[in-house]
Nanobody
C-alpha cells in the first residue's frame, strides 16, 4: 500500500526553527510531486510549498517565501520542510501530499483531487511563547 507519514512537528517559540519530514512507504517518493499544506483552526487548507518529480522545480506560498525550504533526501526516501523564523500565524496542522504522472513534472499548490492523490495524517506545529 502507498502511505505518507509526516513527523517533526512540535512546540517552538517565535523566531525558532523546525524540520518536518515526509516519509514514503510502498513507493519511491522521488518519482512523485510532493507538496506541503497546512490547516489552522477555523481556516481552509492552504498550500505551503511543493517540489516536482526528481526536484526539477519548487514553488512557495508568498507567506513562507524566504523562511521555508523544501528539499529531497532520497537516501531516506524522504522530503523535508525546513522552517525558520517561525511566526504564531504558522501554527497549523501540516500535511504532506504526493501525486504521480505527467503533471508531477511541475509544481502546484492546489490540493484538488488529481493534483495530489496521497495524503499523510498530519503533524501539529505550534508557534507560541
Amino acid at each position: 500500500q502507498l502511505q505518507l507519514v509526516e513527523s517533526g512537528g512540535g512546540l517552538v517559540q517565535p523566531g525558532g526553527s523546525l524540520r518536518l519530514s515526509c516519509a514514503a512507504s510502498g513507493f519511491i517518493l522521488d518519482d512523485y510531486r510532493v507538496g506541503w499544506f497546512r490547516q489552522a483552526p477555523g481556516k481552509e487548507r492552504e498550500g505551503v510549498t511543493c517540489i516536482s518529480r526528481s526536484g526539477m522545480s519548487t514553488m512557495y506560498a508568498d507567506s513562507v517565501k524566504g523562511r521555508f525550504t523544501i528539499s529531497r533526501a532520497n537516501a531516506e526516501d524522504t522530503v523535508v520542510l525546513q522552517m525558520t523564523d517561525l511566526k504564531p500565524e504558522d501554527t497549523a496542522v501540516y500535511y504532506c501530499a504526493a501525486v504521480w504522472g505527467p503533471t508531477a513534472k511541475i509544481c502546484t499548490l492546489v490540493p484538488d483531487k488529481g493534483q495530489y492523490d496521497y495524503w499523510g495524517q498530519g503533524t501539529q506545529v505550534t508557534v507560541s511563547s
